[in-house]
Nanobody
Framework: QAQLMESGGGSVQAGGSLTLSCTAAGIRFGDYSMGWFRQAPGKEREDVACIHYAGDSTYYRDRVRGRFTISRDDAKSTVQLQMRNLKPEDTAIYYC????????????????WGQGIQVTVSP
């Protein structure tokens, strides 16, 4: 059964760091571009970062570029999101997603989703 499972969320103060991990099962991980999305209360789900299935290209939302780093380990079927210098506006539920193809900004283009994990950044 294809599934994604996130881990590593939690609560930090502004300026702190967290690393989210997502482990895939039941898919040929190397065929999938992997994205991180987030959704804050009352807001739409938005793209955060994406890494191409070949691992040679990464994309970031402007507001996180330079603070977040996405990486993948195909041998372990995992994708990570390292988050540094976190801000209160980064508070959201973060979702890992997989797409059989190139990265896309639109979450509707992703076929497989994790259950989401909470990240809370206090002032």
């Amino acid at each position: 059964q294809a599934q994604l499972m996130e881990s590593g969320g939690g609560s930090v103060q502004a300026g702190g760091s967290l690393t989210l991990s997502c482990t895939a099962a039941g898919i040929r991980f190397g065929d999938y571009s992997m994205g991180w999305f987030r959704q804050a209360p009352g807001k739409e789900r938005e793209d955060v970062a994406c890494i191409h299935y070949a691992g040679d290209s990464t994309y970031y939302r402007d507001r996180v570029r330079g603070r977040f780093t996405i990486s993948r380990d195909d041998a372990k079927s995992t994708v990570q999101l390292q988050m540094r210098n976190l801000k209160p506006e980064d508070t959201a539920i973060y979702y890992c997603a997989a797409r059989d193809g190139i990265c896309q900004y639109n979450p509707a283009r992703f076929e497989l989703w994790g259950q989401g994990i909470q990240v809370t950044v206090s002032p």
